[in-house]
């Protein structure tokens, strides 16, 4: 079994704040020292892992499920980095306002955190792989959006994109209009969400599957190949920790290998 680190007070110059970072190192990194390993950031950090200090209830389990995979020969095993959200989530996830809700964008800061101070510190302080090929960031719902996020805005850091139940209808629709073409990087982007997955957390009904599927065929439409883009529609899905832990197998499998 690997190991889950929590680092409770981790700073974040630009929020002003602190947050907790929790590290998943697989067993081969201590068995294999000379060795550097491709890192994955998810968001949403305390619903992360089996762990006895996540979440009170269901959890991704996602360091269970890469465990089975890397037991399986499935993947290689990959060092796993996730920041817990805050109680001022919908903000700072939100690269664009959102009227519909009057929530205000507020994920500059948290971008620039994860961009210019938790990535530069992990990869001075573990062996880990750079390069977009080697650099994964994944989360759900509005975790989902700031994946994609991430991924358009900073190609050159982020490769491999993992957007289940992505908000991607979040401020009319933005992210369509701003991802205009090809990053031309390495680039591997899943996209999943429950076939009929509709919510209303915040005003409004959210259509996940069908936006999940618009924004699939967008980037298509921009050139992304099936080898660079897969989309995973699932019949009675919802939008819940129950249902990505589900898929989570399914997304790592095509995402990290």
Not at 98 to 108: C, D, K, L, Q, T
Not at 169 to 184: I, N
Request: aromatic share 12%; glycine share 8%; hydrophobic share 35%.
């Amino acid at each position: 079994m690997g190991h889950v680190h929590i680092l409770r007070d981790f700073s974040s110059p630009h929020e002003g704040r602190t947050r907790t970072v929790r590290i998943y190192t697989p067993d081969a990194y201590d068995a294999a020292p000379g060795e550097r390993f491709p890192v994955l950031y998810m968001h949403d950090g305390q619903n992360v892992f089996a762990h006895s200090e996540s979440a009170l209830f269901d959890t991704w389990c996602a360091n269970l499920t890469l465990e089975r995979l890397v037991a399986e020969g499935q993947v290689s095993p990959w060092l796993i980095v996730a920041v817990d959200s805050t109680h001022e989530r919908l903000s700072e996830y939100s690269p664009w306002d959102e009227p519909r809700s009057n929530i205000p964008a507020r994920s500059e800061p948290f971008v620039r955190f994860v961009v210019e101070t938790l990535k530069p510190w992990v990869d001075r302080v573990y062996r880990t792989r750079q390069g977009p090929e080697w650099t994964g960031v994944m989360g759900a719902s509005l975790g989902g959006l700031m994946s994609l996020y991430l991924g358009w805005r900073y190609p050159d850091l982020f490769g491999r994109i993992g957007a289940l139940s992505p908000s991607v209808m979040w401020g009319w629709d933005r992210l369509f209009s701003v991802w205009t073409a090809h990053t031309r990087k390495w680039s591997r982007i899943y996209l999943d969400a429950g076939s009929d997955e509709t919510v209303d957390p915040v005003g409004y009904v959210m259509r996940y599957g069908e936006a999940t599927r618009d924004f699939h065929r967008h980037l298509r439409h921009l050139g992304y190949a099936d080898h660079e883009l897969r989309l995973v529609l699932e019949p009675g899905g919802q939008h819940h920790e129950r249902d990505w832990q589900r898929r989570l197998p399914e997304a790592m499998r095509w995402l990290l290998s």
